[in-house]
């Protein structure tokens, strides 16, 4: 597709248990972006990807949030033993990484609700 | 660490102009930029400035930028009711990083 996309759309769980929330970049952007957005929070920056660097994991709240980009394309937030506080829109962004003004891209982003 | 503050909410009248105010701490920024969230949808770049510059206009959009005080505006003109949304300000803090730091956004509602 032309967009960034993630699935699943909605998500509801059980606390304690995992999940694993997908973004599919736009073709050929080497940067990907993770946010996390609560109800009255603004958007909170997670983790972000640039290319084959150590990914920029600063914004991770705890150890239970993890994340990988495979191949560079693809990228999966994983969120384990999940607590009714993790409840948030998940956003996934992209960005063609090559300076200047640099756009992100914005996903429609995964609802997860812990209860 | 590196702040963006916004105010929460904002109401105005259809047809009058909007101002939406931001205000960041980090001194080397290099471009600032504005994000517009609809309802239930991802967010969509509407306009930035990059950071030597004062103002920037955009069709009904104007952006100033006072460096010295940190603060960047977004004005909207003729406000629509379709620019009934969630604003974000982003500051991206170096050439080195595309990383942006978001605002906490400012709900923009216009009424008839």
């Known amino acids: 597709g032309a967009g960034v996309s993630q699935s699943p759309s909605n998500k509801v769980t059980e606390k304690g248990k995992d999940v694993e929330l997908r973004c599919d970049p736009i073709?050929?952007?080497?940067?990907l972006y993770w946010y996390r957005q609560s109800l009255g929070q603004g958007l909170e920056f997670l983790i972000y990807?640039?290319?084959?660097?150590?990914?920029?994991k600063s914004g991770l709240p705890s150890d239970r949030f993890s994340a990988e980009r495979t191949g560079g394309s693809v990228s999966t937030l994983t969120i384990q033993r999940t607590q009714q506080e993790d409840s948030a829109v998940y956003l996934c962004?992209?960005?063609?990484?090559?300076?200047?003004?640099?756009?992100?891209?914005f996903g429609p982003g995964t609802r997860l609700t812990v209860l | 660490g590196e702040d963006v503050e916004q105010s929460l909410f904002l109401s105005v009248r259809e047809g009058d102009s909007s101002v939406i105010n931001c205000t960041y701490t980090?001194?080397?920024?290099?471009?600032l930029y504005w994000y517009k969230q609809e309802p239930g949808a991802g967010l969509q770049l509407l306009t930035y400035?990059?950071?030597?510059?004062d103002m920037k206009q955009d069709q009904r959009l104007t952006v100033l930028l006072n460096k010295k005080d940190k603060h960047l505006s977004l004005r909207i003109a003729d406000t629509q009711t379709g620019d009934s949304a969630i604003y974000f300000c982003?500051?991206?803090?170096?050439?080195?990083?595309?990383?942006?730091?978001f605002g906490t956004g400012t709900r923009l509602q216009v009424f008839p």
């Open positions: 962004a992209s960005s063609a990484g090559l300076g200047g003004v640099d756009t992100q891209y």
């Open positions: 073709s050929g952007h080497t940067a």
């Open positions: 990807f640039q290319g084959n660097s150590a990914p920029d």
């Open positions: 980090d001194s080397s920024s290099t471009y």
């Open positions: 400035i990059f950071s030597n510059m």
């Open positions: 982003a500051d991206r803090l170096s050439y080195n990083t595309d990383k942006l730091i």
